[in-house]
T-cell receptor, first 114, second 111 residues
Framework: DAGITQSPRHKVTETGTPVTLRCHQT?????MYWYRQDPGHGLRLIHY???????DKGEVSDGYSVSRSKTEDFLLTLESATSSQTSVYFC?????????????FGEGSRLTVL | EDQVTQSPEALRLQEGESSSLNCSYT??????LFWYRQDPGKGPEFLFT???AGEEKEKERLKATLTKKESFLHITAPKPEDSATYLC????????????FGQGTTLQVKP
């Protein structure tokens, strides 16, 4: 199994508070991704990273920012959480060196914004 | 616009009853089509990659096929442990690993 750890696994917060989700990998892979999964929408890409300090937006990036200061860590930040950001968030890494669709996912972080 | 549609949304089978799941796609230059399995409360697990029409991949009771417009995931003689949500995703040519996912088919296999 790919070494991907997400934290926290569960979080309940209030509207307007900042939230940071962490993804840690032990595979030394260059590409990392953040997806959200919602009923009726499936998995949607928020942001991705193709190297340290190299990131780009996905299809649902509004309200989210990311940072990658080390190869192994990819952080997703909600600067001011809203109820529409209640979701399950998945981090993923590419299965090989380079961008590919063979992704390995973490266990997910369930976020509830009240 | 790149799009992936999976059908049916849900499928109930008896153990041993073979069937197929469908994934229809519209993409500007297919770089790859991917199948994933997702168990409740878990992240998706990679199953197959298909790159060109006519290609087939097999793994145990699962077989994935690809045409120019759709992919099928055939399940032969399923067992209860095959119960899961199956996700299809496409990667467009030139995309840096970004995938477009379908909404999935939830399969339940009853003993």
């Amino acid at each position: 199994d790919a070494g991907i750890t997400q934290s926290p696994r569960h979080k309940v917060t209030e509207t307007g508070t900042p939230v940071t989700l962490r993804c840690h990998q032990t595979e030394n892979h260059r590409y990392m991704y953040w997806y959200r999964q919602d009923p009726g929408h499936g998995l949607r890409l928020i942001h991705y990273s193709y190297g340290v300090k190299d990131t780009d937006k996905g299809e649902v990036s509004d309200g989210y920012s990311v940072s990658r200061s080390k190869t192994e860590d990819f952080l997703l930040t909600l600067e001011s959480a809203t109820s529409s950001q209640t979701s399950v968030y998945f981090c993923a890494i590419s299965g090989r060196e380079g961008p590919a669709g063979e992704l390995f996912f973490g266990e997910g972080s369930r976020l509830t914004v009240l | 616009e790149d799009q992936v549609t999976q059908s049916p949304e849900a499928l109930r089978l008896q153990e041993g009853e073979s069937s197929s799941l469908n994934c229809s796609y519209t993409v500007s230059g297919l770089r790859g089509l991917f199948w994933y399995r997702q168990d409740p409360g878990k992240g998706p697990e990679f199953l197959f990659t298909l790159y060109s029409a006519g290609e087939e991949k097999e793994k145990e009771r699962l077989k994935a096929t690809l045409t120019k417009k759709e992919s099928f995931l055939h399940i032969t003689a399923p067992k209860p442990e095959d119960s899961a949500t199956y996700l299809c995703a496409v990667q467009a040519a030139g995309n840096t690993g970004k995938l477009i996912f379908g909404q999935g088919t939830t399969l339940q296999v009853k003993p």
